[in-house]
């Protein structure tokens, strides 16, 4: 299995940025696919964007579009999600999660593998 762990997380006023990584270990880190989700209070935890294996290919959720970017470096087994132009709707757990299975990129369910998760919180 694949461990993960989230970092980068903070307090930001909005219309800021933040980059969060993702730092996988244990199994090969190009054989998953990768997304981000996030988890606002009071509400249930949402897809944010997802990435392919090699990094070809990104979603993005219609809230973030143009404004957050997912990426990957396979050489350093890490996955990001850079932030910008935050809003205080954008405050919440953000979570990377991992998944073998090529479809079902918005299916929390397709995912196996899950970080702690990391906050965010935007301040207007």
């Known amino acids: 299995q694949v461990q993960l762990v989230e970092s980068g997380g903070g307090l930001v006023q909005a219309g800021g940025s933040l980059r969060l990584s993702c730092a996988a270990s244990?199994?090969?880190?190009?054989?998953?696919?990768m997304g981000w989700f996030r988890q606002a209070p009071g509400k249930e935890r949402e897809f944010v964007a997802a990435?392919?294996?090699?990094?070809?290919?990104?979603d993005y959720a219609d809230s973030v579009k143009g404004r957050f970017t997912i990426s990957r470096d396979n050489a350093k087994n890490t996955a990001y999600l850079q932030m910008n132009s935050l809003k205080p709707e954008d405050t919440g757990v953000y979570y990377c999660?991992?998944?073998?299975?090529?479809?079902?990129?918005?299916?929390?369910?397709?995912?196996?593998?899950w970080g702690q998760g990391t906050q965010v919180t935007v301040s207007s």
């Open positions: 999660a991992g998944r073998l299975v090529g479809g079902r990129k918005y299916d929390q369910g397709a995912y196996s593998y």
């Open positions: 244990g199994r090969t880190f190009s054989n998953y696919y």
């Open positions: 990435i392919s294996r090699t990094g070809g290919t990104t």
